[in-house]
C-alpha cells in the first residue's frame, strides 16, 4: 500500500513538472505553434515518456485550461464572501474574473482560447470533458447569485434568470477579452477616459443594468 502511495506521489510530482513546462511554452510560443516534440526536448525527456503522462498535445492543454478554471472558481467563490447582497455578489465575480485576468495571464490566455473554440460536447476525452464540466459549475455560481438578488430585493424582479445569467457570462467574457486585444488602440482614443478605467466601468454598466 505505501508502495503504491510512494508510485503515485511520483507519477504526479512528474505531471505537474510537464504541465508546468509546457504551461511556459504554451503561453510564450502559443497552442499552435508549440509541438509535443518541444515540450519533451525542453524537459529532456523521451517524447515516448511524454505520451505516457498525456496523450496527446491537446490533454495537456486541457490540463490547464483545467487548472486555470478551478484558480478562476477559487478567486470567485473567496471575493463573493465579501459581499452581502446578491447584487454586489455579482460584482465582485465580475470583478474576480478581471483578476483572474489580470494577476495569471498565461492561465488566462488557456481558458480564453478554451472559451473562444466551438463547443466539443460529443467529445470522450476526460479532460475536456471536466473543463466543460467547472465552467458550467462556474456559471451555476452566477445564476445562483441572481436568484439571490432578486430574493433580497437587490436586484430587479423582472430579470429573466436564464438569459441574463447567460448574457452577463458572454458580455463579461467578450469585454476582457477585447480590451487585452484592443487596449493599445483604446489608450489612444480619449485622454478623458483612459483605458485603464474601462473594466471598471464595465462593472459599473453591470450594477445599472441589474440593480432594482
Known sequence: MARHNY???KIQ?????IMETAKKIFYEKGYENTSMNEIARELKMAK???????SSKKDLFFSL???????LENIIKNDIKLAKNGLDKILNMGRAYIKFYREYPDYYSFVIKYESEKADLDTTE???????????EIYDILKLLILKGIDDGSIRED???TK?????WLQTIGVVQQFELRKKLYENWDEKFPASEILDYYIDFMRKSLKK
Open 13 to 17: 510530482k512528474k505531471k505537474k513538472l
Open 65 to 71: 485550461v483545467y487548472e486555470g478554471l478551478k484558480i
Open 159 to 161: 430579470v429573466d434568470i
Open 7 to 9: 508510485d503515485e506521489e
Open 126 to 136: 476526460p479532460l475536456v470533458i471536466n473543463s466543460y464540466e467547472k465552467s458550467e
Open 48 to 54: 515516448g515518456t511524454l505520451y505516457l503522462y498525456f
Open 164 to 168: 441574463m445569467s447567460m448574457l452577463l
